[in-house]
C-alpha cells in the first residue's frame, strides 16, 4: 500500500520574500501550518472536528532545514504526513520540493492538543478516529534536537520589541506562530544577512502571548553562524527559544 502523503503547491510572491527575493522563514512556516491542517482535514481531525471537541491544535515545536535559498517565482511542492503520536504530542514531517522534484527543505513540527477553555494539554486518544497502524513511518529529520538552550538576558539589551496588536493573532486568539519567525529574524541586522543564507531555523514555543503585551527579544552568539534567540514578556517571562545557523 503506498504510503500516506499530502501535497500542495505554492508560487513563491514578492511578499513571501526578503529583500534578497528569498522565500522567507515565516512564510515556510506557513507554508507548513496549510498542508498541515489540509492534510488533517483529509485525515478526518481538522478544525472543524476539534472544535466540536472543544479544543484546537497548538504548535509546540518546529525545526527547519533548508538545502538552498527557495526564490520569488519558483514552485515549491510542500509535502506532509503525520507520524503515529506519543502520549500527548503529535509530529509531522514535512518535504519542500522543486519544480525539478530535487529536495528544497526538510522539516518537522510537534503539535498538541489544548483544551479551549482551559488551556490544558489533553492526550493523543482525544482523537480517536484513526487508524495510527495505517500511518507514514518515514522520517526527514530522524535526529532533530528539540531542546534549545535558554541563556541569562540580564544586562543586555534587545535586539527587537513589539506590542501585540491584531496583525499578530490568529483564530485561536493568541499570536499565530509563523510571526514569531519573523520577530526572530528581527534581531538580525540587513547588513549582516545579506551576505549569509539560512541553513537551520528551530523554533519552541514556550508560552502563549496576547494583545497588549510588549515583547523583547535577545540574540547570543553561540558559535561562527549559530546563533540563540530567546523571547521575553514584561513579567520577565520566556515565551520564545530559537536557533538560527547560517551557512
Known amino acids: 500500500m503506498e504510503k500516506y502523503r499530502y501535497t500542495q503547491e505554492f508560487q513563491i510572491k514578492y511578499c513571501d520574500a526578503d529583500f534578497k527575493e528569498e522565500l522567507k522563514v515565516s512564510t515556510a512556516l506557513a507554508y507548513l501550518e496549510e498542508v498541515a491542517c489540509a492534510s488533517a482535514e483529509e485525515l478526518?481531525?481538522?478544525?472543524?472536528?476539534?472544535?466540536?471537541?472543544?479544543?484546537?491544535?497548538?504548535?509546540?515545536?518546529?525545526?527547519?532545514?533548508?538545502?538552498?535559498?527557495?526564490?520569488?517565482?519558483?514552485?515549491?511542492?510542500?509535502?506532509?504526513?503525520?507520524?503515529?503520536?506519543?502520549?500527548?504530542?503529535?509530529?509531522r514531517q514535512y518535504r519542500f520540493f522543486d519544480a525539478q522534484?530535487?529536495?528544497?527543505?526538510?522539516?518537522?513540527?510537534?503539535?498538541?492538543?489544548?483544551?479551549?477553555?482551559?488551556?490544558?494539554?489533553?492526550?493523543?486518544?482525544?482523537?480517536?478516529?484513526?487508524?495510527?497502524?495505517?500511518?507514514?513511518?518515514?522520517?526527514?529529520?530522524?535526529?532533530?534536537?528539540?531542546?534549545?538552550?535558554?541563556?541569562?538576558?540580564?544586562?543586555?539589551?534587545?535586539q527587537f520589541t513589539i506590542t501585540i496588536a491584531y496583525s499578530e493573532y490568529d483564530h485561536n486568539m493568541h499570536v499565530n506562530n509563523t510571526r514569531y519567525a519573523d520577530y526572530c529574524m528581527n534581531v538580525f541586522s540587513i547588513e549582516t544577512l545579506k551576505n549569509k543564507r539560512i541553513s537551520r531555523f528551530s523554533i519552541s514555543y514556550v508560552k502563549q502571548c496576547k494583545e497588549g503585551e510588549t515583547l523583547r527579544f535577545y540574540r547570543k552568539d553561540v558559535a561562527e553562524n549559530e546563533y540563540l534567540i530567546q523571547g521575553k514578556n514584561e513579567r520577565n517571562e520566556t515565551v520564545i527559544l530559537a536557533e538560527v545557523v547560517f551557512a
Do not use: H, M
Open 44 to 91: 478526518g481531525f481538522g478544525y472543524k472536528y476539534v472544535r466540536e471537541k472543544n479544543c484546537a491544535f497548538i504548535v509546540t515545536n518546529t525545526c527547519c532545514e533548508f538545502i538552498r535559498p527557495i526564490r520569488v517565482g519558483e514552485i515549491v511542492k510542500a509535502q506532509t504526513w503525520p507520524l503515529q503520536p506519543g502520549f500527548v504530542t503529535f509530529e
Open 101 to 158: 522534484n530535487a529536495i528544497t527543505a526538510n522539516a518537522v513540527s510537534r503539535w498538541c492538543l489544548l483544551d479551549r477553555e482551559t488551556g490544558k494539554i489533553l492526550p493523543s486518544k482525544t482523537i480517536d478516529n484513526q487508524d495510527y497502524a495505517a500511518y507514514n513511518t518515514d522520517k526527514v529529520l530522524p535526529n532533530v534536537r528539540w531542546k534549545i538552550s535558554s541563556f541569562e538576558t540580564e544586562g543586555l539589551r534587545p
